[in-house]
């Protein structure tokens, strides 16, 4: 009976111990998590290249839309922002790079890489770090542009634009930036050239965006091929996403792609 008694409270110490620790090696990896997430951050306005590439391209998006000629919304005559949504996607195939190309690359090149593996978290969990900085980077390069949606809802005069449009149009531009982001995380992990990782990342953002479609046009798929093809692109998601109708099927799109890429990473860190 004593035996059964000591047994038991035994398994019982052992079993709370084995949650405390357990509880604190989470916890202790949560927050090295948030701590390579933030530095991406601050890493990134750290010198004046970041403020330089979000300030580029919030002017060339203003240019598009207020001053050329041939994109100005002003021209149009009616309040819409479909300028703004098409030209944003290949703003961002040079905006996202910029962001992405120092993630990795630069650990390699510095050699903090090394110090970076001795830290109580696994590969994917780095990547995600890494990852989720460089998407709060991306996500608060788009914030001020909702600027032109309420400047064209006050020069509108009468009804406005159509918000709930808007709105679908603003979640599909985060979840391409969100792709993009996953791809220029995954291109930086293959080599310590910045340069390399950010012209490589664009070609492949490119390809990903309008490659599919273009491939699809193509007379040897007229034969009903085209439109299957179309939809591995991301062109064809975010142009229905931009609708205002937020399609499951897009969505498990995009977070397909970008758990591919973000796999490819820890794949290739783990080999490092």
Request: proline content about 3%; some cysteine.
């Amino acid at each position: 009976m004593l035996k059964i008694y000591f047994t038991d409270n035994l398994s019982k110490i052992f079993y709370d111990f084995k949650r405390v620790f357990y509880n604190f090696f989470i916890h202790l990896s949560f927050d090295y998590m948030m701590m390579i997430c933030m530095k991406e951050w601050r890493q990134f306005f750290s010198s004046l290249t970041g403020y330089i590439a979000i300030i580029l391209f919030l002017l060339l998006m203003g240019l598009f839309l207020f001053v050329f000629p041939n994109s100005s919304i002003l021209d149009f005559g009616y309040a819409t922002l479909d300028n703004f949504f098409s030209i944003a996607p290949w703003m961002m195939l040079f905006l996202v790079p910029t962001i992405t190309m120092r993630s990795i690359a630069d650990e390699y090149k510095s050699g903090t890489f090394e110090i970076l593996k001795t830290l109580p978290l696994s590969p994917a969990k780095i990547v995600w770090g890494k990852y989720l900085g460089c998407l709060l980077v991306v996500a608060v390069a788009l914030i001020p542009t909702l600027i032109y949606a309420f400047s064209i809802q006050h020069l509108s005069a009468k009804g406005g634009i159509d918000w709930g449009a808007t709105a679908g149009s603003y979640i599909g531009l985060l979840m391409l930036g969100a792709v993009y982001t996953a791809v220029g995380i995954c291109t930086s992990s293959f080599t310590n050239n910045t340069v390399v990782a950010f012209i490589v990342a664009a070609f492949v953002c490119f390809i990903l965006y309008s490659g599919f479609n273009a491939v699809s046009k193509l007379p040897a798929f007229k034969n009903g091929a085209d439109y299957y093809i179309q939809m591995l692109g991301i062109d064809f998601h975010y142009t229905s996403i931009s609708r205002g109708v937020i399609d499951t099927r897009d969505m498990l799109y995009f977070l397909a792609v970008i758990f591919l890429f973000l796999l490819i990473t820890q794949r290739n860190l783990v080999r490092r």
